[in-house]
């Protein structure tokens, strides 16, 4: 067991400049198993504050359920689950329909995120980039609205801990570069640390500090890059997903051009050349 | 006389009207229309409980359909069956055994078709001291636990991961559901007891803006059905819970088509403010 920790403690090298902070939630040897079938097999994920967490594996690895685990939502059948005490969590879970027949506007969604809430909900908003759907009816957002309005009440309760269940699906390109950033500041800004579950290899390059990529059991885990070259991440996801991670990180490493380049297209702002984890 | 008896069925079909308009949403947003069926199905039982404890009748009921429910609640966790075949077995399973074990009772005539489809028109003081009691207790229960219950409804893994205490509010609201089908058995009968919870939420849906509007709505809608049912069984000489609920479904019938000319006025309306820009 502590052998396996090890292994993986060997790949946690952190990105230069990012101090993670103290562990937020660690989930260690995970064991779940439905039916008989064990959709976890030993494993092991934690999340400092001021860190962003990949979770990546192909569909059916259990990412979502290795999520579920963390935050408490399910009890795994073996292993162990702690939190730092009073620890906020925010959660953007991935399957999900408003009830067409619960009338609930946007704004009263929000409010049920707590006291506080009401206040900032504007802002918060607006920081996901739906302002506007304010007075709209739950049921009447389309699928990206809804999960940005997710993600606004997930934020509204202020938490230490961010988990995104596949952030970006449904959301449009320009969308996308906009919360690859938002993560970024999240991590910044407010020091959370974030576990984001993704099949976005954009995502997992230009905003993560670690990897770990499952399939019933951790596969491998440690910076993207290492990840990247990794026999068993590419017997996953094959040759050509493992030749443009390596190809795209290789670019990264030398020029900040290309991130800085795209949040210009999202800002429709001349790119100034500052990556855009930097920007305040 | 002829006033009393009226009077006294009006109270009756009121207030139970008036209690189960919340629950009746929430058995609509949260698609427990065959759950209510069920616990229903189960009160002809609670009928024979009364019998065999010498009990009354109400109080029997209560018992069983609480202890269904619960039983319900424990066989969902099981996974064993799909949700809607278990309440299947239980709905009819229940009622084929309370209807085989009346025919068994021979010392005590009990009125069969009333329980099955309600006697408004025999409800008794002490009936509307019941519905009001339990119907109270429902209202006031609802209240307690809404805004959990309406966390659970929104988005049951949200609020977990937010911290509601989730198992206990279900079992609070099937205990709700529970007391709710025997208030409301005497007046419409277990066979048409869910048509009172749904059709007057389904039909303030369109009228509604927020869940607490949506549950407004719902109880006057129910109390506009039964004034109206019971004159109308009272004008025709129809069976008076079947009157209810063709009075209710008329009603949901008028607001779809309200529904959908409101819909085509606002449209009109979002056009035209759009047109100058």
Not at chain 1, 216 to 239: D, I, M
Not at chain 2, 26 to 36: D, E, L, N, S, T
Not at chain 2, 190 to 213: D, G, M, N
């Amino acid at each position: 067991m502590s052998a396996l920790r090890d292994s993986l403690a060997g790949h946690l090298t952190r990105r230069p400049g990012v101090a993670a902070g103290p562990s937020l939630a660690c989930a260690e040897n995970l064991v779940v198993r439905y039916g008989g079938r064990a959709v976890l097999d030993r494993v092991s994920i934690d999340v400092h504050r001021r860190e962003v967490v990949s979770l990546i594996g192909p569909n059916g690895a259990g990412k979502t359920t290795a999520a579920r685990a963390l935050l408490g939502l399910i009890r795994p059948d073996a292993g162990t689950v702690r939190h730092a005490p009073g620890l906020v969590v925010g959660y953007v879970p991935q399957r999900i329909a408003p009830e067409e027949l619960l009338p609930l506007t946007v704004r009263r969604f929000l409010a049920m995120a707590g006291r506080r809430a009401s206040a900032d909900a504007a802002a918060t908003l607006d920081e996901v980039g739906v302002a506007a759907v304010m007075e709209r009816q739950l049921s009447s957002l389309s699928g990206g609205e809804y999960r940005r309005v997710l993600l606004a009440r997930a934020l509204l309760r202020d938490p230490d801990l961010l988990v995104l269940d596949e952030p970006v699906q449904q959301v449009d390109f320009a969308g996308q570069l906009a919360m690859h950033r938002l993560i970024a500041r999240l991590r910044d800004r407010r020091g959370c640390g974030i576990l984001v579950i993704s099949h976005d290899l954009h995502l997992v390059l230009s905003g993560t500090d670690r990897v770990v990529c499952i399939n019933g059991h951790v596969c491998c885990a440690g910076e993207p890059e290492a990840v990247s070259r990794h026999p068993e991440y590419v017997s996953l996801f094959g040759p050509h997903a493992a030749a443009a991670l390596a190809v795209y990180t290789h670019h990264h490493d030398h020029s900040h051009d290309l991130p800085a380049a795209l949040s210009a297209i999202d800002e429709a702002a001349p790119g100034d050349g500052t990556p855009p984890d930097g920007r305040g | 006389m002829f006033d009393d008896f009226f009077a006294r069925a009006l109270a009756g079909g009121i207030g139970v009207a008036l209690a189960t308009g919340p629950l009746g949403c929430f058995m609509v947003w949260r698609r427990m229309a065959y759950f209510g069926d069920s616990i229903a199905h189960s009160a002809l039982l609670g009928v024979l409980l009364g019998v065999a404890l010498s009990i009354e009748p109400n109080a029997g009921i209560v018992i069983m359909c609480v202890a269904l429910a619960l039983l319900l609640l424990l066989l969902q966790q099981q996974r064993r069956l799909a949700t809607d075949t278990l309440l299947g077995i239980l709905a009819h399973g229940t009622l084929a055994l309370g209807l085989v074990g009346i025919s068994f009772l021979e010392s005590v005539r009990v009125d069969l078709m009333s329980y099955l489809f309600g006697d408004i028109l025999a409800v008794t003081g002490r009936d509307l001291i019941w519905i009001y009691g339990g119907g109270g207790v429902v209202l006031v229960a609802t209240a307690l636990i809404w805004r959990p219950l309406l966390a659970i409804t929104v988005h049951e893994e949200l609020a977990r991961a937010e911290g509601v205490r989730v198992g206990l509010v279900r079992i609070a609201f099937t205990l709700l559901i529970a007391l709710a089908v025997a208030i409301a058995m005497k007046i419409i009968g277990l066979i048409l007891i869910v048509s009172l919870l749904i059709i007057p939420a389904a039909t303030a849906r369109r009228l509604a803006r927020s869940p607490e509007q949506m549950a407004l709505f719902a109880s006057l809608i129910g109390v506009a059905a039964v004034v109206g049912g019971l004159h109308g069984s009272l004008a025709w000489d129809t069976p008076s819970g079947p009157s209810i609920v063709v009075a209710a479904l008329a009603l949901f019938v008028l607001s779809m088509g309200g529904g959908a000319l409101v819909q085509v006025v606002l449209g009109r309306t979002v056009e035209s403010a759009r047109l100058p820009h």
